[in-house]
């Protein structure tokens, strides 16, 4: 694949909602580069027809990302997987199926980040960076010290910084040397998405031009 996505915009709901197909047109529209379809809910089955749908309406140009599957990625013509950090080994999906498909993977530790460039990952997301909801079960966040110990763990290897990551946080994980950002709640809100694109400006990979 071509560059990693430097956004990236998570889909936690139902992807069978009517509401998908136009939050996707919206995303699409407001410049954000590539979308991850996290539906953990679904069968298989029902995860392809969703993920063919999603190919089928979104523009060219905007990323897929399937979250967990990659036969599903796969079969639905879609640009990448991006694996739970208790996933089969990257290093094995890579000898697999090649440069066939783009693999990300989710990473809360710089050694999990570490190995994963090794294996040959296109890139992590690491965090959670600040507090959020779904992770305060798990105790405080890495945070940004954490991202710089995950930078440092693969110089030059794309991080995307996930976890109560918005428009005004955007600087400072550019600081600390995240390749792009990731999230959920910051690309529902059209204002917060809209400012995400034009704060994106602060990392190294321009937003076109990654499919």
């Known amino acids: 694949m071509k560059n990693p996505p430097p956004l990236l915009a998570i889909h936690d709901g139902d992807p069978r909602d009517t509401a998908f197909a136009a939050w996707l047109q919206a995303v699409a529209d407001d410049g954000v580069p590539a ?66 498909i783009g693999i990300g993977l989710s990473t809360h530790h710089p050694e999990e980040v570490a190995q994963a460039a090794r294996d040959g990952a296109d890139y992590v997301t690491f965090g959670p960076i600040y507090p959020t909801p779904s992770k305060a079960a798990y105790g405080p966040p890495p945070g940004l010290e954490g991202l710089e110990r995950a930078v440092a763990a693969a110089p030059g290897f794309p991080i995307l910084a996930l976890g109560g990551v918005f428009p005004q946080h955007l600087p400072a994980v550019a600081r600390a040397g995240a390749y792009g950002a990731a999230g959920i709640r910051t690309f529902q809100d059209p204002a917060s998405r809209q400012a995400m694109v034009r704060g994106a400006e602060v990392f190294p990979a321009p937003l076109k031009g990654n499919r």
């Not at 379809?37 to 089955?45: G, T, V």
């Open 35 to 100: 979308v991850q379809i996290r539906a953990k809910a679904l069968d298989d089955r029902a995860l392809f027809e969703v993920a063919r749908e999603a190919r089928r309406l979104a523009p060219p140009e905007l990323a897929l990302w399937i979250n967990g599957r990659i036969d599903v990625a796969l079969a639905a013509d879609c640009d990448g997987v991006h694996l739970p950090a208790d996933s089969p080994p990257v290093a094995a999906l890579r000898r697999r199926f090649g440069d066939r």
